[in-house]
C-alpha cells in the first residue's frame, strides 16, 4: 500500500480552490475528495485522498487533476 | 512510517501567473486558458517581452493574473490598440485575450483588419456562447436554441442568425497564417489547445503574420449549468457547431519537421 | 414614519430575497418603498446587499446614510454596516453562523439562530425567511399576513416554496414574540 | 386601463413604459448598469408584436434605430456612459435629418471603462451634444419611479412633436432601485400622430429622400441650421420642465437632479430639525435648462447649492442662470463613489455658514 | 428619301431612375450599377415599395438619381439603417447600395452582422478598388501594388494587409443565402450583374435571406485612367484578385428550373 | 535647423510639424476636409521612419493611437467632424488611463453629414468633452499658417506633460488655405523626456497594467477623478493662451477664434477707417478658457462681440468670464457658409450702434 | 445602303452624355463617333454617325452601346 | 498694401495654378501670401476658384470679401463674382472664350485674347500663363523674374514645362505693357 501512494502526490491550495470538483472526475485513480469544510470564499475544496482503498491505485503523479484545475489550484508531484 | 521519498515538483503555477486568486466562476474556461496562455510564454521564454491586451469582458481584470504588462482596451477594440503597440515595438511580444462578444460582435471591423492586414500579433479568442460579464446576454456566437437573458426563448435563427463562425471568415484573410480551434473541457484538448497557443506564439515570432487560437470555453454561471455539465455541454454540444481542429495554417511548420 | 433596512451577508444567503419580501410587503401595505440592491462589480461572488426604505410618506433618497434596521448574514457585513446604524437602531444576527457582537453599546442587538429555527419550522434552508419574519415583527414594520403576502409576491411563479417559506416566517415571528 | 401597483426596477420600469408608449422596436447592446432594459424588452416585445435586436455594437444600435425611425416607427435604444459615447455620430446624423427617437441613457462611472457605480458626468454630452455640429436633442432627467413611466411617455410625445432625438438621463442606481409603479394603458398605435414625412415606399406620391448631406452652394445647409435653431428655439420656450420643494422662505436653495435630487431633498428633509431651511430646486429637462425659473429663484433667495454625481458640470447653466444674483457653491461626487442624504447634509451646513468645508463657492 | 419606317424604343431609361444626369465622372461604373438596379426594380415591379440605403461615398447622393425612397446612412453603416428599415417593414424591398470602403472597411461589422442575421435585405457592392469620394485614398479592397494617396508607392502586403475578400467571408455567415461577383466592364458582365441583382432581389421577395451582388466597377479618376485603360484594368487585373463567379448560392433556384 | 520659408496648406503643415515635433506613429481614416493631412504623412512617414497606417474607420484608428501611446510613442490621428464624434469614446479612454496623444479637428459642416466648409460647431464637444465621464482635453486653436506649426509642437508637449490627449482644432478652410510656413529643426527623439510610465515589457521590473476600469468599492475611482480634478486644476491654472490685438481704447472687444478670428481681425481693419476702434480677444487655448484675462479686458470694455461659425457655443463661456460686466452680443454663422471680413463688420457696426440688426444682444 | 440603316437607330441624350466614348469602343459596328463641339458640361459627346460608308453594317439596334452607356444617354431603337 | 485676387473658371482651366504662381512667386518676394482654394463639393467637375491675397503685412483674413482683382476664365465666374469686385478694381477676362463684359463701369476691365497670345508664344495650353503674366504686370504683383520664379516653384518636379511657361508669361507681361 506504502508503495502504491509513492509514484506521485498532489497538494490542494485550498484558498485558491473554487470547489468546481473537476479534478474529482478526472483523476483516473480517485485520489480527490471533496472536503466538506468550507474555505474562506465559502467553497468546498477538494483535497487529496489520505489513504488509498484496498483495490486502488495510488496517486501516480500524471497532473491530469492539474491540467483542468481552473484555479492553478493543484501542484502535483512526482517520486524520483 | 516509511523512508522519505524524494518528489519533483511537476506541475505548478507559471511565473507569468501571478499568485492572485481569480474572480472566475467555479469551473470557469478563462482561468484554464489563462494558465496555457502562461505557461507557453514562460516556456518560451517570452514573458518579460510581452504586452497583453486583454478584452471588456469577464477577463477584463486580466491584468490581475497576468505576470506581464498589459493595456486595457475599450470592448472590441483589443486588435486596434495591439496594432499601435506592435507597430511601435515590433520586437516585443504582442497578444490579445479577447471573449466572443468583444472579438466577434462589437469588435468585428477590428478583428477582421487587424487580421487581414497580417499584424504580427497573437489573439487568443474565448468562445463561450454568451457575454459572461455582463451576465448572460445573447453572443454572436450562442447556439440555435441555447438560452441568453436577451434570447430568453433560445436563440432562433430567423430572429437572431445563426452563430457566426468568425475563424473561418478570419481563415480567409490574407494576413492570417493560423488559425485553429480547440476547446478546454478534456485533457487532451487542453494539451492541444497549449501546442495550438505555442504555435500561434512561433507565428509572430517569425514575423509571418497574424495567428489565433479559439478556445471552446464552459460558462457554468451563464448557462446556468453545474460545472461538470457545461464541461460535458462544450464536448457534446458547441463541437456541433464550432468543430475542433484546424482551420488554416500557412506557416509550413509541419512541412519542416 | 420611515424605516430603512440594509440586509446584508454572502451572495448565497438570500440577501436580496428578503428585501424583495419586504419590499413587496410594504407595496402591499400601502406604504411607499425603495429598494437598493448593490452587488460587487461587474463579476460573481463576494458579498451582496441592499437597502429597504420603506415609509409612509413619499420616500427621497433610496440611499440610507444611516440605517435604523441593519440585517448581518455574516461577520464581514456587520463589521462593514455596524458603525452606520443610528443610535437606537436594532441589529439582527445571523448568530448561526458567528459568534461576533456589534461593539456598541447605543443600539439593539438581537441574535437569531436563523439555521436552528429554519429546522424547527421544517427545512434548514429557510433560514433567511425565519430572520425576515423576525425583522418585520420585531420592528413593527409588516404583519404576519403582509410578510406572507410579500413573500408570496416576490416568489411569484415559484408557489412550491410558499409553505415551506410561510412556516419559516411564521417561525421568525414566534421567535420575535418571545425569543425562542 | 392603468395598471395596478408595480413593484419595478427603473430599467424594467422604462421598458414596460416604453412598450406602452408605442414603443415597438427596440434596439441595443449589453452594457452594464442597465442590462435589465434590454433583457426585459427581449421577453416583452414578441409578447406585444414588437421587435426587439441586440445589436452587434452601439453603434449598429443606433443607426438601426435611425432606420426604424424614418421608416415611421416609435423606437428606442438604451446604454451607459461608454456605449452612448459611440452613439454621439448617429445622433448628430438623426439630428440632421429630424428623426424622432427616445435614447436612454443609465449613467455610470467614467472616465474609459471606469466603473458600474451610478453617476452624473454625462451631463455635457447630453445637454451640449457629445457629436459635432449645431443640435440639441432634449434631454428628460426623472428622479426615478413614477416619474420614469411618465417621462419616458413625455420623451417619445416630444420626439415626435420636433422631429428630434431625445434623451432620458439616469444613473446606474435609478436603474437598479425597484420602486412601486403604475402605467397607464397602452396607447394605441392608430391614435399616435400620422408622421407623413415617413418613407414606406413611394406609392401614390414622389419618391422621397431624407438625409443630412446638404451640399448647395447656395447656402442650403446654413438655412437648414437656421431652421433647425428656430426648432430649437421652440423648444427652449415651451418644453421646460422643473420642479421646487420647500422653496418659500428657503435661505438656501439646492439645486441638484435625478438621484443627486433625490438624496439631496433627503438631506434637506434631515436639515429642517437643525432649524435649516433649505429649498429644492430640480430641473427635470436639461435641455432645455430652466434658466428662467431659477434666475427668477435665485433673485429672492441668497445662496445657491448645487449637488452633482460628477465634478461641475451643471453647475456651468447655473451660473449661466444665476450670474451674480446669489452665491453660489457646488459640490460633487465623482463616479465610483454613491454619496449619502448625510455628506450632502455636510455639503449644505458647510453653505449656510460659508467656511468652505465642503464643497467650493464659485466665482462669477 | 425612303419610305418611314416604324422603330420601337428597345432600349430607354427605366422608370426608377429619375432624368437627373449624374455627377459621377465619365466612364464610372457607379452609374451603370444604378441602371441595373434601377431596370431590375421595374421589371420586377417593385419601385413603388423600395426603400433603399445609399452609402457614404461618391454613391452619397445616389437619391438624386434613383426614383424611389431612399434614406441616407451614415458612412458604413448602411445594412444597420437597413436593418431598422425593414424590420419596420417586412412588407416592403430594402436595398442597400454600398462602396467597397463603406461596406468593407468602417462598416465590416455592420455588414457581417446583418449579413449573418440573415436579414432579408439586397446589398449591392460596388468594389471600384479605392475611395472614390474623398480622393483617391486606399480601401481595403485595393490591390497589391495599386497606388492610392494614401499608399504612394502602392499597397504593400506588409504594410497594408492584402485586399480583402469580404463576399467570401460573407459566405460563411448562415443567413446568407445568395453572393455573386460581377464586373460592368464587358457587355457580357453587365448582363450578368443584371441577372443577379434580379436573383438577389428574388431571394428577399421569397424570404430566403440576406444576399449580395458584388460589382467590379471602374475609378477612371482616382486611378488616373484614360476610361478605356481603366475598364480594361478591371476586365485583366482585378478579376485576377477577385475572380468573377457565383461565391454563395443556397437559393436551391437553378435546381427548380 | 529651422526650415526655409514653405508653402503648404494647413492640413500638409500640422502633418510636417508632427514629424518634426517627434511624430512617428499616425493612424487616421480619410474624411474631406483634412485628406491631405493623411496623404501628406502615407509618403512623409516612411522617409522618417515612422508608421502611417489607414485604419479600418476612425473607432480602430483612436485605439490604435490609444496602443501606440501606451507603447511610449508620440502618436497622432485626424478627422474631421463626424469622425471627431466617433473617436469620443477611444478619447475619453485615453483621459482615464492618462495617455499622451494629438487628436486633430479639421472641423466641417454639420450635423450629420453635413457639408465640407469650415465650421466651428464642435466647440462644445472639443471642449466639454464630447465623451462620458469627468474628463478634460487641452483644445489648441490656432489661426493657421505659423501658428500651425507652432501649436502643433506645443500639442504635443502638452499631451505628454500632462500625459493627457490633446485637440488641435481647426477647420477646413484652415486645412486647405495655403500659407509660407517655417519649421523648427526636428527634435531629436532621444531629446524627449523619458516616459518610465509606458509598457515595454517588464525586463527588469515588476509587470504592470494601464486600464480605466477601476472597481474597488472604497472609492478608488473617485480619488482617481479627484486627482484627474488636480491635473486639470493645473492645466487650467498654467495653460491658458490668447491674444489681443487693438485693444487698448478699444470701445468694443471681438471674441473669435481661428479662423472666425482672423476674418473678424481683418473687419475691425476695416472699420478703423470709419472710426470704431475695435479690438480682438481671440482665445487660443479653448480648454482651458482665458477666463480671468477676458474677465479683465470686460471691466474696461462696455461691448463684447462674440463671432463663432456656429451658432453659439463659445458665446457660453464668454458670458461665464463676462457675467454682467459689459453687453454681450453675438452674431453666428452656421456651417455651410464662409463668412466675409464685411460681414463680421456688419455685425460690429451694429453692435456698436446696438440696433440689433445683425447678431442679438445675450441675456445675462 | 439605305437598307443598312433601317435594322435599327440611337438617339444620344448629348448632355447627358460625358464623352466617355466607351459607347464607340463596343459598337461592333462602328456606328458611333465623336462630336468635337462641346457640351454645356465641357464634354465631347457621342454622336451615331450619319452615313455609312461603303463595307460597313449600319446600326442593327443590338444596345451593347446603350448597355455600357454609364450616363443612360443613349435610346436603342429597332425596325418594326 | 494687400491686394486680393480671386482667380476663377472651369476645373481644367489651370485656374488653382495661376493662383499657385502668383502664391508662390509673391512668398518669394518675401510678401505675406495666402491662398484659398475652393472646389465644389467632395465629387469632381463644376467651376474651381481661389482666393490669393498678397501682402507687405501680416495678412488676418485669407478669405476676401470684396477682390480688388477678378481673373475670370469662364462667363459663369465673370457672372458670379463681377458684383464683388471693390470699385477702382480690375477684371481680367478670357477674352478667348466669351464676348459678355461686365455691365459695371466703376471697375477696370482687360480682355486678355489667351488662346491668341498663347500661340504666338509657341503653345496653346499656356493660357493660363500668359493670363498670369498679364495679371502680374498690369497690378503691379510682382516683375516678371518673380512670377517666373513663382511658376517655377509652382510646378517643381516638373521641369519639362518651365521653358514653354516663361515664353507665355512673358508674351503675358509684353501684352500688358501695349496691350497687344
Ligand atoms: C462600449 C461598450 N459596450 C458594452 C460594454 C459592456 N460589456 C462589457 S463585457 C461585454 C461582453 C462580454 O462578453 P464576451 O466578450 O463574450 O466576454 P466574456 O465575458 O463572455 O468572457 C459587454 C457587452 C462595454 N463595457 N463597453
Ligand atoms: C464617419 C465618416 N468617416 C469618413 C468619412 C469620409 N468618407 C466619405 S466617403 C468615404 C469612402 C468612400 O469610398 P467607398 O466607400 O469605396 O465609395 P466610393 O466613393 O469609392 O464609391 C469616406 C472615407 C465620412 N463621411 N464619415
Ligand atoms: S479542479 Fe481545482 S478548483 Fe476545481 S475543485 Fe479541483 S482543485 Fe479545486
Ligand atoms: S496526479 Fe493523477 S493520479 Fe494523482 S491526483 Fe492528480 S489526477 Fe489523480
Ligand atoms: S460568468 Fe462565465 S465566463 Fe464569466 S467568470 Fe463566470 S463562468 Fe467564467
Ligand atoms: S471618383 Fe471614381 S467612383 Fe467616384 S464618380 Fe469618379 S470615377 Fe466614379
Ligand atoms: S457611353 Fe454614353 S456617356 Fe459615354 S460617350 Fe457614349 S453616350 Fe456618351
Ligand atoms: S445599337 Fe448596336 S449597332 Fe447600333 S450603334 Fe449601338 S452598338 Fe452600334
Ligand atoms: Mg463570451
Ligand atoms: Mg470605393
Known amino acids: ?80 | ?257 | 414614519m420611515i424605516t430603512r433596512t440594509i440586509f446584508a451577508g454572502f451572495g448565497g444567503q438570500g440577501v436580496l430575497l428578503m428585501g424583495y419580501v419586504l419590499t413587496h410587503g410594504a407595496m402591499h401595505k400601502g406604504l411607499d418603498v425603495t429598494y437598493f440592491p448593490s452587488y460587487g462589480a461587474e463579476m460573481r461572488g463576494g458579498t451582496a446587499n441592499c437597502t429597504v426604505t420603506v415609509s409612509d410618506k413619499k420616500i427621497a433618497s433610496p440611499v440610507a446614510s444611516n440605517p435604523d434596521i441593519l440585517v448581518a448574514m455574516n461577520y464581514p457585513s456587520l463589521e462593514k454596516f455596524e458603525s452606520t446604524v443610528v443610535e437606537g437602531g436594532t441589529v439582527f444576527l445571523n448568530s448561526s453562523l458567528f459568534e461576533e457582537r456589534p461593539s456598541r453599546d447605543n443600539i439593539d442587538v438581537v441574535p437569531v439562530p436563523i439555521i436552528d429555527l429554519a429546522r424547527e419550522a421544517g427545512s434548514e434552508r429557510g433560514g433567511n425567511m425565519v430572520m425576515i419574519g423576525t425583522v418585520c415583527a420585531k420592528a413593527g414594520l409588516l404583519s404576519l399576513e403582509e410578510t406572507i403576502k410579500g413573500m408570496e409576491a416576490a416568489l411569484k411563479g415559484k408557489e412550491k416554496f410558499f409553505k415551506a417559506n410561510q412556516k419559516a416566517i411564521e417561525r421568525g415571528f414566534a421567535f420575535a414574540a418571545d425569543g425562542k | 386601463m392603468p395598471s395596478e401597483k408595480m413593484l419595478m426596477n427603473g430599467s424594467q420600469t422604462v421598458g414596460e413604459a416604453a412598450v406602452r408608449a408605442g414603443c415597438r422596436y427596440y434596439f441595443g447592446y449589453p452594457i452594464t448598469p442597465q442590462n435589465e432594459l434590454p433583457e426585459y424588452l427581449s421577453a416583452r416585445m414578441p409578447e406585444v408584436g414588437g421587435t426587439f435586436i441586440q445589436g452587434e455594437s452601439e453603434v449598429a444600435s443606433i443607426n438601426m434605430v435611425l432606420g426604424a425611425s424614418v421608416a415611421g416607427a416609435r423606437t428606442m435604444t438604451s446604454s451607459s456612459s461608454p456605449g452612448i459615447s459611440l452613439k454621439q455620430e448617429g445622433i448628430s446624423y438623426m439630428a440632421g435629418m429630424e428623426l424622432p427617437a427616445v435614447i436612454v441613457n443609465m449613467m455610470r462611472g467614467g472616465p474609459g471603462l471606469g466603473n458600474i457605480a451610478p453617476s452624473a458626468a454625462d451631463y455635457f454630452q447630453a445637454t451640449r451634444g457629445g457629436a459635432h455640429g449645431d443640435y440639441r436633442t432634449p434631454v428628460l432627467a426623472p428622479a426615478g419611479g413614477q416619474e420614469l413611466v411618465d417621462l419616458t411617455f413625455e420623451a417619445f410625445d416630444l420626439a415626435d412633436k420636433y422631429r428630434n432625438p431625445v434623451m432620458l438621463l439616469g444613473d446606474g442606481l435609478m436603474g437598479q432601485v425597484m420602486e412601486p409603479v403604475v402605467f397607464p394603458d397602452f396607447i394605441d398605435l392608430k391614435d399616435l400622430p400620422e408622421k407623413d414625412w415617413a418613407l414606406r415606399g413611394c406609392k401614390g406620391r414622389e419618391a422621397r429622400a431624407i438625409f443630412s448631406m446638404i451640399l448647395g452652394q447656395q447656402g442650403e445647409l446654413y438655412r437648414h441650421n437656421l431652421d433647425l435653431q428656430k426648432k430649437y428655439d421652440r423648444i427652449t420656450a415651451e418644453e421646460q420642465r422643473w420642479e421646487t420643494k420647500y422653496a418659500e422662505d428657503a435661505e438656501l436653495i439646492v439645486v441638484a437632479y435625478g438621484t443627486a435630487a433625490r438624496i439631496a431633498e433627503s438631506a434637506i428633509e434631515d436639515l429642517k430639525a437643525e432649524g435649516i431651511n433649505a429649498g429644492l430646486f430640480r430641473p427635470i429637462s436639461l435641455w432645455p435648462f430652466p434658466l428662467p425659473a431659477l434666475r427668477e429663484l435665485s433673485k429672492e433667495i441668497p445662496k445657491v447649492a448645487v449637488f452633482e454625481l460628477c465634478l461641475g458640470q451643471m453647475v456651468e447653466d447655473v451660473i449661466l442662470s444665476v450670474g451674480e444674483r446669489a452665491e453660489i457653491y457646488f459640490h460633487g461626487v465623482p463616479g465610483g463613489l454613491i454619496p449619502t442624504p448625510a455628506e450632502v447634509a455636510e455639503f449644505l451646513r458647510s453653505t449656510v455658514k460659508g467656511d468652505g468645508k465642503v464643497g467650493r463657492r464659485m466665482e462669477v
Chains 1, 7 share one sequence.
Not at chain 1, 34 to 43: I, P
Open chain 1, 1 to 80: 500500500m506504502a508503495k502504491k501512494t509513492k509514484k506521485g502526490k498532489i497538494a490542494v491550495d485550498r484558498e485558491l480552490c473554487k470547489g468546481c470538483h473537476i479534478c474529482i472526475e478526472v483523476c483516473p485513480n480517485n485520489r480527490i475528495e471533496v472536503d466538506e469544510s468550507l474555505n474562506n470564499k465559502g467553497y468546498s475544496p477538494a483535497r487529496p485522498k489520505e489513504n488509498v482503498s484496498e483495490g486502488e491505485k495510488g496517486c501516480v503523479g500524471c497532473a491530469m487533476c492539474a491540467t483542468v484545475c481552473p484555479e492553478v489550484a493543484i501542484e502535483v508531484y512526482r517520486a524520483q
Open chain 2, 1 to 257: 512510517m516509511s523512508t522519505e521519498i524524494e518528489y519533483k515538483k511537476v506541475f505548478g503555477r507559471p511565473e507569468s501567473l501571478k499568485d492572485n486568486p481569480t474572480h472566475y466562476c467555479p469551473g470557469c474556461g478563462h482561468s484554464i486558458a489563462h494558465r496555457l496562455v502562461a505557461e507557453c510564454l514562460d516556456e518560451m521564454g517570452l514573458r518579460e517581452d510581452t504586452i497583453g491586451v486583454p478584452p471588456v469582458g469577464c477577463a477584463v481584470l486580466a491584468y490581475n493574473y497576468f505576470n506581464f504588462d498589459m493595456v486595457e482596451a475599450p470592448h472590441g477594440r483589443a486588435l486596434a490598440v495591439a496594432t499601435g503597440v506592435k507597430r511601435v515595438h515590433p520586437d516585443k511580444f504582442v497578444l490579445t485575450y479577447q471573449g466572443d462578444g468583444d472579438l466577434a460582435a462589437i469588435g468585428a471591423a477590428e478583428t477582421i483588419h487587424a487580421a487581414n492586414r497580417g499584424e504580427r500579433i497573437s489573439a487568443i479568442f474565448i468562445n463561450n456562447a454568451i457575454y459572461g460579464m455582463t451576465g448572460g446576454q445573447m453572443a454572436p456566437t450562442t447556439l440555435l436554441g441555447q438560452n441568453a437573458t436577451t434570447a430568453p426563448r433560445g436563440r432562433d435563427a430567423r430572429l437572431h442568425g445563426q452563430p457566426i463562425d468568425i475563424s473561418s471568415m478570419l481563415a480567409i484573410c490574407g494576413g492570417v497564417v493560423f488559425v485553429e480551434r480547440c476547446a478546454l473541457t478534456t485533457i487532451k484538448q487542453i494539451r492541444k489547445a497549449k501546442k495550438a497557443i505555442k504555435k500561434s506564439f512561433q507565428c509572430q515570432l517569425d514575423d509571418l503574420g497574424f495567428s489565433l487560437v479559439e478556445l471552446l470555453s464552459p460558462c457554468p454561471t451563464n448557462w446556468k449549468m453545474p460545472v461538470k455539465a457545461a464541461w460535458d455541454w462544450v464536448n457534446e454540444e458547441m463541437v456541433k457547431t464550432y468543430p475542433l481542429g484546424l482551420i488554416k495554417d500557412t506557416t509550413g511548420y509541419e512541412d519542416k519537421k
